[in-house]
């Protein structure tokens, strides 16, 4: 049976083991992850959080990180601004981008969700509004989630990343893990927890 865990990659972490040639010390996966033969399945950005998954099956990974699959990818973004419903509107149609045109994405504004503090936090600015919204792509390009909302006109301040398929990093503590059985070899889809 394959292993998959889920993990809570907090702030400022690197999505690898190690940082070579970096001229700072950087976080990495190996100051949270004591499971040996485990390997990130897709990236999360160093500025980004949430739920990043690892797993020993080359064919699983390729799976949960190849965008042919179009696993669904679900994020908690905090924004500048506050958008209405037809500003949003791009969002769900695709934003073109300097790489082209995004998938069209799922868009829905949300109260603020009780997440954990994050270190450091972001900076407040008293004049200008911030909104959360729920994203989710079925596709994965750098820092793609950053860029949409860019440009739309709505800046993130804070991404957490939500889900992957069914998998889910509720209830997972910030930089915590949970091992999670997923039964044969990679030939079907997400099975949750």
Same mark, same amino acid.
């Given at each position: 049976?394959?292993?998959?865990?889920?993990?809570?990659?907090?702030?400022?972490?690197? !999505?690898?083991?190690?940082?070579?040639?970096?001229? +700072?010390?950087? !976080?990495?996966?190996? /100051?949270?992850?004591?499971?040996?033969?485990?390997? @990130?399945?897709?990236?999360?950005?160093?500025?980004?959080?949430?739920?990043?998954?690892?797993?020993?099956?080359?064919?699983?990974?390729?799976?949960?990180?190849?965008?042919?699959?179009?696993?669904?990818?679900?994020?908690?973004?905090?924004?500048?601004?506050?958008?209405?419903?037809?500003?949003?509107?791009?969002?769900?149609?695709?934003?073109? &981008?300097?790489?082209?045109? +995004?998938?069209?994405?799922?868009?829905?504004?949300?109260?603020?969700?009780?997440?954990?503090?994050?270190?450091?936090?972001?900076?407040?600015?008293?004049?200008? @509004? /911030?909104? =959360?919204?729920?994203?989710?792509?079925?596709?994965?390009?750098?820092?793609?989630?950053?860029?949409?909302?860019?440009?739309?006109?709505?800046? +993130?301040?804070? &991404?957490?990343? =939500? !889900?992957?398929? /069914? =998998?889910?990093?509720?209830?997972?503590?910030?930089?915590?893990?949970?091992?999670?059985?997923?039964?044969?070899?990679?030939?079907?889809?997400?099975?949750?927890?």
């Amino acid at each position: 049976m394959a292993r998959l865990l889920l993990f809570n990659k907090p702030f400022g972490v690197l !999505s690898q083991f190690t940082d070579r040639g970096s001229p +700072t010390v950087r !976080s990495t996966l190996s /100051d949270f992850i004591t499971v040996k033969g485990v390997y @990130p399945a897709g990236r999360l950005d160093r500025d980004s959080e949430g739920l990043l998954l690892l797993c020993d099956d080359g064919r699983l990974q390729a799976r949960i990180a190849d965008p042919r699959f179009k696993m669904p990818k679900t994020y908690l973004v905090q924004v500048e601004g506050d958008p209405q419903e037809q500003e949003l509107e791009p969002l769900r149609r695709g934003v073109r &981008l300097n790489d082209g045109m +995004t998938l069209p994405a799922d868009v829905a504004r949300i109260d603020a969700p009780e997440l954990w503090p994050r270190n450091p936090p972001i900076r407040q600015r008293k004049l200008i @509004p /911030d909104s =959360w919204l729920k994203i989710t792509i079925r596709e994965g390009r750098n820092r793609q989630v950053r860029r949409m909302t860019a440009a739309v006109g709505l800046p +993130t301040l804070r &991404l957490v990343r =939500w !889900s992957i398929g /069914d =998998w889910s990093v509720a209830g997972i503590e910030q930089g915590q893990f949970e091992e999670v059985a997923v039964p044969g070899k990679a030939t079907g889809g997400p099975s949750g927890r």
